[in-house]
């Protein structure tokens, strides 16, 4: 006999029925009685559905939101990248700021605050460094144009004049030729200068003690003043030795220019272990503090009696940073000025 029961608990629904079984299919020890139960699974899948379609929800919700959040954090974050793109634009195209253009700096982020900074000082160097060169130009054309302009007006004073008063045609020519000098020797340093700044060259092991030694003894004669040399033996340096020849030539040539008749310069060379240390000292004038680091300046120039165009020295500090040198100057006592130019010793 078959019977169908229906069972409900509070939200399922479970169908049972129970089966006769006939005396063979029952084992010994068993009752004869078997119950099939089935469960409706209509609720569980309507669950299911509901926490997939839950699920899925939460998922394109998340997707909606976070490519929105990530969109308002990443344009956060660019809009003072965009600012800095912005300025840095108008600052190319605006002739007016060149040279003085500074970009903003944004309060956050951090990264792009210290990136403006940092870029900042690069314009500031790029700056300092375009004006340097404008004012080298303006210099150049300036120290260039003066003896034209002294030339040019002899020139027409001898064809003007010449023929009535041929006794001025020596005084002008005198000044002709001084000043066509001059700046045939200025060119000349411009030259050196813009030589040695683009120039590398070429470094050896220099046996310093031999060259100094050299050098000094073959323009002992030439010079006007006595020279003494304190030379410490076997001083090598890592150095380009016509650019050494070209520094000590120049610093003695200074030396000379401004110190009196009679007062003796001193040539020294030393090492410390890690640099060789080339001094050139004088008892002359000697150069105040605050103008030590302005005779490297490119036309700067102290005394304007004396002759000279200011050149000097800015080639010698160029061929001394061409070595990977230094050089500075020291007081002499009692009077007088020292100027030291280290090179790294050969390892
Ligand atoms: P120049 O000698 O043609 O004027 P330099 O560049 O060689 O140019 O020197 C720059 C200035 O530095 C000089 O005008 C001079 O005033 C000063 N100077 C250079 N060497 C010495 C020195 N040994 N003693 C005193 N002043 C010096």
Redesign the pocket.
């Known amino acids: 006999m078959l019977l169908g029961h229906i069972a409900r608990s509070k939200n399922n629904v479970y169908y049972y029925h129970l089966k006769s079984v006939t005396k063979q299919d029952v084992k010994e020890n068993e009752t004869g009685v078997q119950y099939d139960v089935w469960l409706r699974l209509d609720d569980v899948i309507d669950l299911m559905g509901k926490i997939v379609a839950t699920i899925l929800g939460i998922a394109l919700l998340s997707f909606i939101i976070g490519t929105a959040l990530i969109y308002w954090v990443a344009k956060r974050l660019n809009r003072p990248l965009v600012q800095l793109t912005r300025s840095s634009k108008i600052h190319t195209k605006d002739v007016e700021t060149a040279g003085t253009a500074q970009l903003p700096v944004p309060k956050t982020p951090q990264e792009v605050h210290d990136l403006s900074i940092e870029f900042n000082h690069l314009l500031a160097s790029l700056n300092q460094r375009s004006e340097a060169d404008r004012q080298f130009v303006s210099n150049a054309s300036h120290e260039l144009r003066t003896p034209i302009a002294g030339i040019r007006g002899h020139v027409e004073m001898i064809k003007r004049h010449g023929d009535e008063h041929p006794e001025i045609i020596p005084t002008s020519l005198d000044f002709i030729d001084k000043e066509s000098k001059r700046m045939q020797t200025m060119i000349e ?1 411009l030259l050196k200068l813009s030589r040695a700044s683009q120039r590398s060259l070429a470094l050896s092991d220099v046996d310093l003690s031999e060259t100094v030694t050299g050098i000094v003894e073959r323009y002992r004669d030439g010079l006007k003043r006595p020279i003494e040399l304190a030379i410490t033996p076997d001083v090598k340096a890592r150095t380009n030795a016509d650019s050494v020849q070209q520094i000590l030539v ?2 003695l ?3 000379q ?3 009196p008749t009679g007062s003796d310069i001193r040539v020294g060379l030393t090492s410390d272990g890690q640099y060789a240390i080339m001094t ?1 000292a ?1 008892q ?4 105040t503090d605050n ?1 030590k680091t ?3 300046d ?7 009696e ?11 500090k160029q061929l001394v940073v061409s070595n990977h040198g230094q050089i500075k ?1 020291v007081d002499n006592a009692p009077q ?2 020292i ?1 030291q130019v280290s090179f790294p010793i050969s390892m």
């Open positions: 340093n120049s610093l040539d200074n030396a220019k401004y110190s050139v004088d002359g004038r000697g150069i103008q302005k005779v490297f490119r036309f700067y120039r102290v005394d304007q004396i002759p000279g165009n200011g050149l000097g020295l800015a080639i010698v100057i007088g000025s100027f």
